[in-house]
Every structure is written in structure tokens, then in C-alpha cells.
């Protein structure tokens, strides 16, 4: 069994910054991809970011210049680097991992981090 957490939620004023992570832990086999999402209630789940097995990483344009997905695969971690945050910013923070179990690649979710930007 997989199981994906995230960390590094909270408040935060407008312009500050956060670091999300978001660790695997279980029987990990290759993590192909990671990706973080974001959730306002009422509204559809919104793609941020992505990073691929060969490091390749994208960011949404909403987020482009300010936020910066890595990984660290010794750690079976990603991490979302959130600066200038913005008040249109604050959600739940979503992981989701793509691991090849066997075979089989399976997607995995964590169950969020909530980021609140107010001042």
C-alpha cells in the first residue's frame, strides 16, 4: 500500500511564500510522475504543476514565475515552491504520483494542504 502526504500548508500574507511537500511512503515502486493540484470548494480542481520520472516540470500560467515543482527521488518527495503569493492563491494543495507498481502504473492522491493567504 502507497500512501501520499502532504505538508508545509498554511497563513501566509499577500507576497509571502511556502514550500509544499509531498512524500510517498509504502511499497514505492518507480514514481514516473508526480503532479500538485489545487481544490476551491465550488470550483473545478485546477492543475498546477508537474514533474515527469526524467525531471521534466511544468507549471500552469496562473502560477508561471512564482511557484517551482521539484523532486527529490532519494526521498520519494515533491515539492512546491510558492512565492509572491497572490489572494486568488489560497486552497487545498493536492499531490498525485504516478507509480509503476509491478507492471501496473498506478495514480495515488494525498489528501491536501490547506494555504490561506490573508493579511
Known amino acids: 500500500q502507497v500512501q501520499l502526504a502532504e505538508s508545509g500548508g498554511g497563513l501566509v500574507q499577500p507576497g509571502g511564500s511556502l514550500r509544499l511537500s509531498c512524500a510517498a511512503s509504502g511499497s514505492v515502486g518507480s514514481i514516473e510522475a508526480w503532479g500538485w493540484y489545487r481544490q476551491v470548494p465550488g470550483k473545478k480542481r485546477e492543475w498546477v504543476a508537474g514533474?515527469?520520472?526524467?525531471?521534466?516540470?511544468n507549471v500552469a500560467d496562473s502560477v508561471k514565475g512564482r511557484f517551482t515543482i521539484s523532486r527529490d527521488n532519494a526521498k520519494n518527495t515533491v515539492y512546491l515552491q510558492m512565492n509572491s503569493l497572490k489572494p486568488e492563491d489560497p486552497a487545498v494543495y493536492l499531490c498525485d504520483a504516478v507509480i509503476q507498481m509491478g507492471a501496473t502504473p498506478i495514480l495515488y492522491w494525498g489528501q491536501g494542504t490547506q494555504v490561506t493567504v490573508s493579511s
Open positions: 514533474i515527469t520520472g526524467a525531471g521534466s516540470a
